[in-house]
């Protein structure tokens, strides 16, 4: 005779210890679960909620400079070390883990223009107002020692900005010309220039690393390869691009900060359309960095905020401010991708995290699944006009807010001004349509 008996596993539903969780069984059928899609939507609003009411980006300040923070400088193997250099000479080293200057040292007569670490991180070039490009070492000196670079080149042109090789030894320097130097030489290989004033910023390629561009007074960009005798290509804009930041997963692009208020980011195959123009600010923009991953920037503006927006997307996903915060000059992202640098006129240099709402410290494993679990949901449920508008809000300071408004009501009327010229045109002599995209780019030039 055969009996047939239920027999069940105890390791499924018993508990190891006292601490574990009860583990409960769970039907999946969703025939059974007639509610799923309401629950999830709240529990999704839920998360959105939450996700403003826990927005506190700001984490500490780092104050210390006795002048206006003008560059930062990123250490390239080391998480906790930013190298910051301000208007009066001054350049310090920040040790961010335990919030304190940990060295600083006058390095120029006049701004300090431009920082960069080589590529092993053992050494620092700064290049300031006094024609000088510097070479310190990373390490502190002993007790006792004073602090003396350990080379001093000094240049026939004016230095506004300095960026390095990520692979090998050479620098490169912009002002009057573009120079192209080796650290073991104390005169540049290379001297490229194309009917320029002046260069104002420069920046190496973190892919392509023999491509490097910069921007000019002339409101132009212009692209150089150090093995070549001449530049490649330029392209001018209707206003000045004040910095220059290459995507470091998608080599071939790049985004300029302009003094019309927008970020243009550019195709270096195609130079005369900018993918992607990004709004929000109403001031100059002054400096932009990519995030390591590179798929979010961050910018700096005039107007006294710093905006984080995504690479694919026109408008900010987030905007900092402080009641104290001055102009903004320099902004940085740090290579773990958690925080945001940013550097401002009042001797200031902040640190904000990335994702405003992400909790910092230990983050135990039922914590993670569950973060994970809301923002599956708050993706989900993203396109829901009640969800996105609490997303989106944000608290500006008033005087952002009346030049938002301003902007937008002058906008508005060049819209009308350009329908009524159309509406009382002859059609042989019609207007043209012109992107928004392809107003701000002149001309291309080879």
Same mark, same amino acid.
């Given at each position: 005779m055969k009996v047939k008996m239920i027999s069940r596993n105890p390791d499924n539903y018993v508990r190891e210890t006292k601490l574990q969780q009860h583990k409960m069984p769970r039907n999946y059928d969703p025939s059974l679960h007639p509610l799923e899609g309401p629950r999830e939507y709240v529990r999704a609003l839920n998360a959105t909620k939450l996700d403003r009411v826990f927005a506190k980006p700001f984490v500490c300040n780092l104050s210390g400079h006795r002048d206006g923070v003008s560059c930062f400088g990123k250490h390239p193997k080391q998480l906790s070390t930013l190298a910051t250099g301000a208007y009066d000479g001054e350049v310090r080293i920040w040790d961010l883990a335990n919030r304190i200057s940990s060295r600083n040292f006058v390095a120029h007569d006049g701004f300090v223009r431009g920082i960069a670490y080589t590529q092993s991180g053992g050494r620092i070039f700064t290049v300031g107002d006094d024609k000088t490009i510097k070479v310190w070492k990373a390490e502190a000196p002993e007790v006792g020692e004073d602090e003396v670079p350990v080379n001093t080149i000094l240049s026939k042109f004016g230095l506004h900005g300095i960026s390095h090789n990520r692979e090998d030894n050479k620098f490169a320097t912009c002002g009057e010309v573009c120079a192209i130097w080796d650290e073991t030489h104390n005169d540049p290989l290379k001297t490229l220039k194309w009917g320029v004033d002046t260069l104002h910023t420069i920046s190496y390629n973190p892919v392509e690393t023999s491509i490097l561009a910069c921007c000019a007074s002339d409101r132009s960009i212009?692209?150089?390869?150090?093995?070549?005798?001449?530049?490649?290509?330029?392209?001018?804009?209707?206003?000045?691009?004040?910095?220059?930041?290459?995507?470091?997963?998608?080599?071939?692009?790049?985004?300029?900060?302009?003094?019309?208020?927008?970020?243009?980011?550019?195709?270096?195959?195609?130079?005369?359309?900018?993918?992607?123009? %990004?709004?929000?600010?109403?001031?100059? =923009?002054?400096? $932009?960095?990519? *995030?390591?991953?590179?798929?979010?920037?961050? /910018?700096? +503006?005039?107007?006294?905020?710093?905006?984080?927006?995504?690479?694919?997307?026109?408008?900010?996903?987030?905007?900092? %401010?402080?009641?104290?915060?001055?102009? =903004?000059?320099? $902004?940085?992202? *740090?290579?773990?991708?958690?925080?945001?640098? /940013?550097? +401002?006129?009042?001797?200031?240099?902040?640190?904000?995290?990335?994702?405003?709402?992400?909790?910092?410290?230990?983050?135990?494993?039922?914590?993670?699944?569950?973060?994970?679990?809301?923002?599956?949901?708050?993706?989900?449920?993203?396109?829901?006009?009640?969800?996105?508008?609490?997303?989106?809000?944000?608290?500006?300071?008033?005087?952002?807010?009346?030049?938002?408004?301003?902007?937008?009501?002058?906008?508005?009327?060049?819209?009308?001004?350009?329908?009524?010229?159309?509406?009382?045109?002859?059609?042989?002599?019609?207007?043209?349509?012109?992107?928004?995209?392809?107003?701000?780019?002149?001309?291309?030039?080879?």
């Open positions: 212009i692209l150089y390869d150090q093995r070549e005798a001449q530049p490649l290509r330029k392209v001018v804009l209707t206003m000045k691009s004040n910095k220059l930041s290459w995507n470091p997963m998608e080599a071939f692009n790049f985004t300029v900060a302009n003094e019309d208020c927008n970020l243009y980011t550019f195709d270096t195959r195609k130079l005369d359309t900018p993918l992607k123009v %990004h709004f929000d600010h109403v001031s100059a =923009v002054t400096d $932009v960095d990519y *995030s390591p991953t590179g798929k979010e920037f961050v /910018s700096a +503006s005039y107007d006294k905020t710093i905006r984080l927006y995504n690479a694919h997307h026109s408008h900010s996903r987030d905007i900092y %401010h402080t009641k104290r915060m001055q102009h =903004v000059v320099c $902004v940085a992202w *740090s290579l773990d991708n958690r925080y945001v640098f /940013s550097g +401002s006129d009042e001797m200031n240099v902040r640190m904000w995290k990335a994702k405003a709402s992400e909790k910092l410290g230990v983050i135990r494993p039922r914590e993670r699944v569950n973060f994970n679990y809301q923002e599956a949901l708050k993706q989900k449920y993203a396109a829901h006009p009640q969800i996105k508008r609490i997303a989106r809000h944000r608290q500006v300071p008033r005087h952002v807010l009346s030049a938002q408004k301003k902007m937008r009501t002058v906008k508005e009327k060049e819209q009308v001004k350009e329908a009524n010229v159309r509406k009382h045109t002859k059609k042989s002599k019609q207007v043209p349509y012109v992107s928004e995209k392809k107003k701000h780019v002149l001309k291309e030039e080879v």
